[in-house]
């Protein structure tokens, strides 16, 4: 962890990125169980091709949870505050994601100094796959 | 000519998906192998407490886990309200956090539909559900906000 001061970061400042192995039906198979997430889209392969998709694809949230790693790789979790996510493109097989983030504001809210920090997961040809914010406190 | 889904705006209301379940270290653990997370502060209980933790702590995208791994069919509202699990795709999703949870708490989630509308003239339909997360003291630690993407079997992909 790297833990950051409020007065040691700027607008444009930004967190280690964090890269990810391409995505595997291997992955997709420890995900779905670690998650709880079984929606045959992203493990069953015909289930997938007979709703028009070519093939079983990743689950948002884990393309998400690879965000958070690189948000806890940066600050301990207690002082995100708030993790916003849009999912702008489907995770391909194959694809391999990289997080980065962003500090855009300082600001003071609640009492506490907080950063707002924006956050993209893309694969290894630049495409988003999802964009958002992150509200982190910072001492 | 694209035939709009026709989805009842009075499911909004609808509450679904509640269940108490026991943070459990093991699936922690599990959880931090299938995304490759290394710091050990999420796997090792030493080193959890060495950082102040009282045990592992849940990690920020768990919360949307949780609930799916202990309710029984935790999609089974996707059909009760008339949408294929086919045509689902998640849109947005947030989190608000206001306390940490750790292995050992008792959460007790509940969500509810707090919006339903078209875009792309039915094309495409939004579902927006709210849920909250309260641990075994009664405290607000999370507050999650999922917007799902129904898309129309018979519009253009």
Redesign the interface.
Known sequence: ?MNPTFNSVEPGTQLPPLT??PLSRA?LA??A?????????HIDSD?AR???MPDVFG????T??????M???WV???R????????VG?THLYNQVSCSGTVVEKLEQDGERRVRVQIVAANQYGEKKIVGEALIALP | MTQPIVLDKSHIGKTYGRVTTEVEKGRLRFFAKAIGETDPVYTDLAAAEQAGYPSLPVPPTYFFCLQMLDVPDPTAWVGEIGISLQNILHGEQSFEYLETAFAGDRLTFESVITDIYDKKGGALTFVVSDTTVHNQAGNLVCKLKQSLVVRNPGGSK
């Open positions: 962890m990810v192995p992955m420890l995900y169980g670690a998650s709880g997430d079984h929606v045959p889209l289930f007979k709703a028009g689950h948002g949230m884990y998400a949870a690879w965000l958070g790693r948000l806890t790789g301990s979790q207690e995100i505050r708030k993790l916003e996510l849009r999912f489907i």
